[in-house]
T-cell receptor, first 110, second 115 residues
């Protein structure tokens, strides 16, 4: 699985959009981009995934660049409950394990 | 609530001992995964079972073993415990193989403390 690079930490004001970047410059054509988050010491929670098209669900949007070397997770209206560590994971289709990096610690400021 | 249950929530034991962690997957999920989260190593994949068979192995120590039973619940056995085994152990489940995407649902974890 390709490696990912994320900023160690970020702050975002409550109510604003939180944009979390992820670099995955060695991604290959059949690798998907996944985002999970972990609130405090709870089990990680799936957010969204994509291959090459932008994706949106009720939690977030995922923007993948045309060359697929980077992506951005967007939480449109951040709330205090979005404070968590966010993990960007690149995973080969058919490979079911998740390889977690160090993630981005997102703090939502009231 | 992810639908994945893990017991016990907390476990305190001594070095050299053996413990068993239990996981019940979501109803209908055939795959079970075990992950370890320690302060120095982060979240690491240990092992996966699919419908009773071992499917993938990660950085699981030889002192650790797992199995998945016919009712699909899984147990992770940790033996000859060392101080460094203190960690959060997460179980996750998913529908299984053969589909494009396999979202994993994580349980609340078992916090193991080895004294």
């Amino acid at each position: 699985d390709a490696k990912t690079t994320q900023p160690t930490s970020m702050d975002c004001a409550e109510g604003r959009a939180a944009n979390l970047p992820c670099n995955h410059s060695t991604i290959s054509g059949n690798e998907y981009v996944y985002w999970y988050r972990q609130i405090h010491s709870q089990g990680p929670q799936y957010i969204i995934h994509g291959l090459k098209n932008n994706e949106t669900n009720e939690m977030a949007s995922l923007i993948i660049t045309e060359d697929r070397k980077s992506s951005t997770l967007i939480l449109p209206h951040a709330t205090l409950r979005d404070t968590a560590v966010y993990y960007c994971i690149v995973r080969l289709f058919g490979n079911e394990k998740l390889t977690f990096g160090t993630g981005t610690r997102l703090t939502i400021i009231p | 609530d992810s639908g994945v249950t893990q017991t016990p929530k907390h476990l305190i034991t001594a070095t050299g001992q053996r413990v068993t962690l239990r996981c019940s997957p979501r109803s209908g999920d055939l795959s079970v995964y075990w992950y370890q989260q320690s302060l120095d190593q982060g979240l690491q994949f240990l092992i996966q079972y699919y419908n009773g068979e071992e499917r993938a192995k990660g950085n699981i120590l030889e002192r650790f073993s797992a199995q998945q039973f016919p009712d699909l619940h899984s147990e992770l056995n940790l033996s000859s415990l060392e101080l460094g085994d203190s960690a959060l152990y997460f179980c996750a489940s998913s529908v299984g193989r053969g589909i494009t995407y396999n979202e994993q649902f994580f349980g609340p974890g078992t916090r193991l403390t080895v004294l």
